[in-house]
């Protein structure tokens, strides 16, 4: 998410996240910073894990992670369900925001294809908290 600048800056900073943790997400969205507070309410690793927003922009953002093994590939779908802020405004900002969200998603989704089909994984993974992993 570079083009955001986005990244973590309080709760879980680094390695995998766990159930019941929190992170605190720094990015620049449509020119404006603002940060982003996200709690793990759901987590079958590896099938599946839910963040929803604790303190954030959005009235409600609701992000289920679900993870699908087909012989040597992975599937990963996302659902995102958000409800925009501003009362009756935010219900009319609501196109354009699924707009963003949805570009913003692809590209995130597409770095994180890239990621896991290199090594390139290997630079985000803690290996003292996961060792199992590197």
């Given at each position: 998410?570079?083009?955001?600048?986005?990244?973590?800056v309080?709760?879980?900073?680094?390695?995998?996240?766990?159930?019941?943790?929190?992170?605190?997400?720094?990015a620049?969205?449509?020119?404006i910073?603002?940060?982003l507070?996200?709690?793990?309410?759901?987590y079958?690793?590896?099938?599946h894990?839910?963040?929803?927003?604790?303190?954030?922009?959005?009235?409600s953002?609701?992000?289920?992670?679900?993870f699908?093994?087909?012989g040597?590939?992975?599937?990963m779908?996302?659902?995102?369900?958000?409800?925009?802020?501003?009362?009756?405004?935010g219900?009319v900002?609501?196109?354009?925001?699924?707009?963003y969200l949805?570009k913003?998603?692809?590209?995130r989704?597409?770095?994180?294809?890239?990621?896991a089909?290199?090594?390139?994984?290997k630079?985000?993974?803690?290996?003292?908290?996961?060792?199992q992993q590197t």
């Amino acid at each position: 998410m570079a083009h955001t600048n986005e990244k973590a800056v309080a709760g879980r900073t680094s390695g995998l996240i766990q159930f019941g943790e929190v992170v605190t997400w720094e990015a620049r969205h449509l020119g404006i910073k603002q940060n982003l507070t996200s709690k793990i309410t759901a987590y079958n690793r590896p099938f599946h894990f839910r963040d929803e927003q604790v303190q954030g922009i959005f009235k409600s953002i609701i992000h289920d992670h679900n993870f699908e093994q087909r012989g040597e590939t992975v599937i990963m779908k996302d659902a995102f369900n958000f409800e925009s802020p501003l009362g009756v405004l935010g219900k009319v900002a609501t196109v354009f925001f699924k707009r963003y969200l949805t570009k913003l998603l692809i590209n995130r989704n597409n770095t994180i294809k890239e990621y896991a089909e290199s090594r390139k994984w290997k630079l985000v993974i803690d290996p003292v908290t996961h060792p199992q992993q590197t």
